[in-house]
């Protein structure tokens, strides 16, 4: 009996699809370069179905890759030829609100109300974004998780409350890429509404002196609630796009928000405006209502669309390097663009020291694509350089394998498989995903890089 | 040649303790009911120091227990009859201060200020407090360990930044009570002190109230930076002590801190204090001035000596439930005293959930102390019926591990065994601790709670 006839026993007739034309609907996620059609899609609509699937894949040894909403930047969800791809969509309930205790119980497939991605995939890529800074990642945010095993085992990790016995195996699954189970229910905490928020946008000369503004404001203690960098590429791409009312004449834009008590809000401003300055800023704007408020985070949102208006590609990096930093690896970043000819530009969560350069390519022109791989590729090992990491929050899923071998040591990514073995002993969830074999970083050839040594000569001086 | 031959060959002769006399300093932490003491101390100064012992422990297949300051309160760090109790307190060096990225990197021996215990020890039991409402448990706190396994291999987890690729090995070894790794570095970060603080106490006629006043603080989205419970007997307790200006009629009080800008916590103080009238406050009172402030969290902080002189013993019991259950749960525990005819005390991370019942005994008085065991092991488990767990933040060690099989089921504890093995096959790291074998369990005869159904009847109106 073949694989969708054994699905076809678990599951209703049009939550299993075989047919090559459907299938090439999920044959890639949003890092589209690698493109894979499975073997076979299942639509579970139940934690028991997902159990189901999961306990004949392993009976059968037949890979099972995860998906949600496929919005993913490095792959994760990248089917297996051989595998069946579980969607998780149809798992869409919100199944408690708890107001007292501050939290909420959801299947995976519900939608992340401010963007298209799923709950299930933030908790997959430990995902980030612009609040993170004074927020945290999606783990901070999270009391508890029940995943299936590859066997069909149920496991409740966390707990509904803010600390749980036993190992850690909550984080040890938020951010695995679907490589240690499968997630069917996440607790999240629910966090106040800020009483009011207000930006501030500042704008310097020098790419630089945005960089060291960026360090300034944290080592003043200021925690924002966002603080985002716009180098001038991105500044006239979004500006031409939608009139945020950024200024033209800038090398880069800091936008920086405050959110909590009116009054505290009144009191952080001018100390944030007075940091900047003496780290040179031109020009410092507080928003004047709500509406200019809205209106500069529009052009920091747009700013991708922006940029796909004036490249016909680009490829969207993630990485992460100290804030002390930021100045010098984006200098570092300006002259590999000389060097590999690909304009980049530059849209990033600065407070993080999370980097999203943005290299500009045409896919149409022979050998661009290689180019901008290698390019990106590149900027990843210069993160490691720099002390940092070579994802933010975008994962490492086919995209970033190359680098894990600069990231880690052949011990750290051997006990990274001792890891994968103790949940999966058969590698059959998302192989070939996030972690390297020491194989293939042998034929990379890559040795891993100690960090924080800065070894490229122009970086010495920070 | 014995063990300690050897080890004197890898350290300097003072480094390694082996008579009877001063290897009995080290036979118990602050858990004291426990006691042994190890075959032999070794008290290294460096992380190659601990590498080195590491490998011939790995190699001799002798037992390793962890100790920092001996201050935990679960047993994690009593020794091992024939193993080798690993000091780390001469590790005390701090490694480094970066402002501008808001880290500092120490070793794990380092004091934490406020207390005697050492940042390593915070460490392996992912450590809370007074504020982790506000500012999160230990892990919360950190960005990257050094980690020693028992083969002696160094892994770096985490990173500088925000995120890190890969399993999140760095959680896992938090909180996982020295039975993975043996930590030699920890990056924390480093928070701006709040611009200011205050705090308000509130006194309630009946302990049910103050339980529910805290759930309606936390339900009205305000973040206190403490919220802390203590019933009649702790106030009294604490009043007789240190004179704190408790009220003596209230059952229960609050003390509910507020930290930030001044103006918020103007702001915010007026918002608890209806709030908790609302729930049936009889008095609230803000702190006139930063000496009245001083003096009611003083009340608090001496809460447990204060019922030490009360009574000749008391056992500290830690356990957390949802915020809902705190008037149902403290009622429960008040019938359990009485069932079990030892008085107990509540002095507690309220805000948190997180319930530190001290019961008062005699341990000179035959039976009382296997009387106060089996009254906080009904404690735990009335906490994990109420869909709580048995560890707020002081660990499982060998204190808890008759509980973790009502915790847990058979296929999460397999689940916990397997991760050990991928760190540690032979289990050398501090055997018997933490996470009971599957035999135990079934010696305890423990049948594992389905968490949250309140089965208790006079709960269920909750």
């Known amino acids: 009996m073949d694989l969708s006839t054994e699905l076809r026993r678990l599951l209703p007739r049009e939550a299993v699809i075989a047919d090559p034309a459907s299938l090439s609907v999920y044959e890639c996620d ?45 792959g994760g969800a990248l089917p297996h030829a051989e595998g069946v791809l ?4 149809r798992l869409n309930r919100i199944l408690s609100i708890d107001p007292a205790n501050r939290t909420a119980t959801v299947e995976p497939g519900v939608r992340n109300i401010q963007i298209a991605c799923t709950i299930g995939g933030n908790v997959a890529e430990n995902s980030g974004g612009v609040h993170c800074l004074k927020y945290g990642l999606t783990l901070n945010n999270l009391l508890a998780l029940t995943v299936m095993t590859i066997e069909g085992e149920r496991l409740e990790l966390g707990s509904q409350t803010l600390d749980a016995p036993g190992y850690d195996l909550l984080a040890l699954m938020t951010g695995s890429e679907g490589l240690l189970g499968i ?26 002196d ?18 985002e960098m716009m180098d001038r590429l991105a500044i006239e791409a979004a500006e031409d796009f939608v009139h945020a009312g950024y ?22 401003l001018p100390r944030v405006a007075e940091v900047l300055k003496a780290q040179g800023a031109t020009e410092v704007r507080v928003a004047r209502d709500e509406s200019e408020r809205q209106r500069f985070w529009t052009g920091r949102k747009a700013a991708f669309p922006a940029l796909g208006r004036i490249a016909p590609d680009y490829y969207c990096m993630d990485g992460t390097i100290p804030r002390r930093h930021l100045g010098a690896v984006l200098a570092r970043i300006g002259a590999l663009s000389q060097e590999f000819g690909l304009a980049v530009a530059n849209v990033f969560h600065a407070g993080d020291g999370n980097l999203h350069p943005l290299i500009l390519y045409d896919a149409n022109a022979p050998g661009q694509l290689e180019r901008a791989e290698a390019f990106g590729g590149k900027i ?26 600069v990231q880690f040591t052949a011990e750290e990514l051997e006990q990274f498989h001792a890891v994968k073995r103790a949940f999966d002993p058969d590698g059959l969830l998302n192989p070939g995903k996030a972690i390297p074999t020491l194989r293939r970083c042998a034929e990379f050839g890559a040795l891993h890089v100690h960090a924080g040594k800065l070894p490229f000569p122009e970086l010495e001086r920070f």
């Open 30 to 74: 949003a890092l589209s370069a690698y493109r894979q059609p499975p073997k076979v899609v299942v639509l579970p609509r139940t934690a028991e179905e997902v159990r189901a699937i999961l306990r004949l894949c392993h009976r059968l040894r037949v890979p099972v890759v995860a998906r949600g909403a496929g919005t993913g930047l490095s």
């Open 86 to 89: 579980l969607s998780l969509t």
């Open 183 to 208: 997630v069917t229910s996440v607790t999240v905490e629910l966090l106040p509404r800020p009483q009011a928020a207000q930006v501030l946008l500042a704008a310097f000369k020098r790419v630089e």
């Open 210 to 227: 945005a960089g060291n503004g960026v360090a300034a404001v944290i080592a003043a203690g200021i925690i924002p609630a966002g603080l």
């Open 247 to 268: 200024p033209l004449d800038a090398e880069a834009i800091l936008l920086c928000e405050i959110d909590g008590h009116p009054a505290e809000i009144e009191a952080e």
């Open 380 to 405: 990843l090992e210069v993160c490691v350089e720099a002390g940092g990491t070579i994802t933010g929050e975008h994962g490492v899923g086919v995209e970033k394998l190359n680098q894990m071998c």
